[in-house]
């Protein structure tokens, strides 16, 4: 993947030093940008960009903040040059939420693995959902084989939402993205609580989602996710519609088709030592579990509670 490093600049010398310094990196390319055509290079959505200060003639106070209130770029990592040192003045910069301020002049070494380090953690952030900030498929496989491994006894929550294509073809993906993160934030709550310690949460992606939670009352934790979703869900529907308790959908006979309101469905396996071989096999009893529990009309959890008998295995 190609990273776009734009460079806030009038001066020439720092694009080709940056550019000496990757010589040997692929992938990197340096473009120089007139603070007076900042705006049309945030619409390119740069990987990173460096603002040297003592080579632009305006506040780059300023330039920051609209690089921030972007929302294109609100997450685009900057870094300030400068041969400034006051440090009221560094701080000021880092608090507009600046990745690094660097002291001219530059030391090479430093500043090549700082961009590296920088590019690098954004690709690591990239496993992360954007849509609910929650951990993607890469850290959710780390850490069931981190817990399994350890030999922990665990419970996996394995949680998706019922009728939920037939709500986007109503109302449209980006009010399915609100249900989408309002799913993320009502699993959170229960979840991430005092009560329970060690808790894990995740995106699989679109309206999937699991949960790691340690030894717990995995009955109190679905009844009250269930009972927060279905008491908040329904502000995503028109008043006619959550009145009447079902959405319609034309199918692809143009025959309207009833569906209930949007539900959740948690199917939950217990995780004890010696029980599955590996954690692919922990997939496939969340996958049964889950299915079962979507069998069953509305807002519902299933709880795979077998237990492994060493006995039996001798």
Do not use: W
């Amino acid at each position: 993947m190609l990273q776009e490093i734009y460079l806030i600049d009038e001066n020439p010398e720092l694009k080709e030093t940056l550019k000496r310094i990757f010589k040997s990196d692929k992938g990197y390319r340096f473009t120089s940008v007139a603070t007076d055509k900042l705006e049309t290079a945030l619409k390119n959505i740069p990987s990173l960009i460096i603002i040297n200060e003592d080579n632009v003639k305006e506040d780059v106070v300023e330039i920051c903040k609209k690089i921030k209130e972007d929302e294109d770029n609100t997450i685009t990592p900057v870094i300030i040059l400068s041969s400034n040192r006051d440090h009221a003045r560094r701080i000021a910069m880092l608090s507009l939420g600046i990745s690094h301020y660097i002291i001219n002049p530059i030391d090479e070494e430093y500043i090549y693995y700082t961009i590296k380090n920088i590019l690098n953690l954004i690709y690591i952030n990239r496993r992360v959902s954007p849509l609910t900030g929650l951990p993607g498929n890469v850290q959710i496989q780390a850490e069931i084989k981190k817990r399994f491994l350890t030999k922990e006894t665990f419970a996996m929550m394995y949680i998706d939402l019922d009728n939920f294509k037939a709500y986007n073809d109503i109302y449209g993906f980006l009010k399915g993205d609100e249900i989408i993160k309002f799913t993320a934030k009502t699993i959170l709550n229960n979840i991430h609580v005092d009560e329970y310690e060690n808790t894990f949460v995740g995106h699989i992606g679109g309206d999937d989602f699991v949960a790691i939670v340690p030894e717990a009352d995995y009955d109190n934790i679905c009844q009250n996710i269930i009972a927060d979703f279905d008491a908040n869900v329904v502000k995503y529907f028109t008043e006619e519609d959550a009145e009447k308790g079902y959405i319609e959908v034309e199918n692809r006979k143009g025959v309207l088709e009833q569906f209930p309101l949007t539900s959740i469905s948690i199917g939950v396996v217990e995780v004890e030592k010696g029980r599955f071989a590996n954690i692919l096999e922990i997939g496939e009893a969340g996958a049964g579990v889950k299915h079962l529990a979507k069998t069953i009309s509305g807002s519902t959890y299933v709880i795979d509670r077998r237990k492994y008998n060493e006995e039996e295995e001798k």
